[in-house]
């Protein structure tokens, strides 16, 4: 259980912050830009809401709770220690990452092929999708960068890889099944 009842703690004014599993590192530390980029990704499906409803809302809310888990999950280090503080820290799971899967899988059967490259744009909604996706990759890359120096959970990874694939085809369905998509002319302002 969280509880929340005192936000500043003044622990932090050095530049350090501690980590699930009580270490303390700088704030610039990889670990902690990784989960704070996983944080920012959040607060642009936030803002993504805002022009969604039925399950393409309950979609990106499902998304936001996984990222939260996995925000956890980078939070606490020590994969190889899981279990040690009495009881198992919450990971990123494989199904997850499936269910991710099944509904790109089942949003893009309604898609024709691409035959360019998509710009950012068309709805609100899409072109909030595709903010998403962009700073999803973000997070990507620096938990790519984490993982060379550190543990990291696979799933999580994985997990990230295919959130971008799936705000990406969201985005397009958001562009009328791909009808609104905004597509790339290769020199037309040359």
Known sequence: ?????????????????ALGNGARVAKHSLRVIAYGTVDETNATIGLARLHASGESDA???????????????????????DGEAGHAPLRVSAAQVAR????IDAMNA??????????PGGSALAAHLHLSRTVARRAERHVVEMAVREDVNPAAL???????DWFFVAARVANDNGAGDVLWVPGANR
């Open 1 to 17: 259980m969280v509880v929340l009842n005192k936000i500043y703690t003044r622990t932090g004014d050095s530049g350090e912050t």
């Open 59 to 81: 979609a990106l809310a499902r998304i936001q709770n996984d990222l939260f888990d996995l925000g956890a999950d980078l939070y606490r280090p020590d994969m190889a220690r």
């Open 100 to 103: 991710l899967e099944a509904e």
């Open 110 to 119: 309604a898609l024709k092929p691409l035959r360019s490259f998509v710009l």
């Open 158 to 164: 994985t997990y990230l890889n295919r959130l971008s």
